[in-house]
């Protein structure tokens, strides 16, 4: 796996950053580099394909931030972490068929089905 990028870090530091921003970017930045090894390796595991899990992963890392899941104890955020990844694998694993097969003549047989 290559160095994949902060999918919520700014692009430079910012200037007029406050401390109570910078200590919330720095807890979001630990929070990524603990779980990133294992929801990337969960995904990559499901998918078999590195691009897609590294696109799931960032978007449930995405969603965990949204949601506010880093601020509980460790086993309560992988379980919700582990979820979100799930919901986000099911998501992908859906959508791959039909960018796959949209328009072959089976596919849409199997469809009407």
């Not at 870090?9 to 109570?20: F, I, Q, V």
């Not at 460790?74 to 949209?102: F, V």
Request: charge should be positive; aromatic fraction near 6%.
């Amino acid at each position: 796996m290559g160095e994949m990028a902060n999918p919520v870090e700014p692009k430079g530091a910012l200037a007029g950053e406050t401390s109570r921003a910078l200590t919330a970017r720095t807890a979001f930045d630990a929070f990524y580099d603990a779980w990133l090894p294992r929801t990337y390796g969960y995904a990559a595991a499901q998918l078999g394909d590195p691009a897609r899990a590294e696109a799931v992963t960032r978007a449930a890392l995405r969603r965990a931030l949204l949601a506010g899941i880093a601020l509980g104890g460790e086993a309560a955020i992988g379980r919700q972490l582990l979820a979100l990844l799930k919901a986000e694998l099911a998501t992908e694993q859906r959508r791959a068929p039909l960018r796959a097969g949209a328009g072959s003549p089976s596919t849409q047989a199997q469809r009407r089905a």
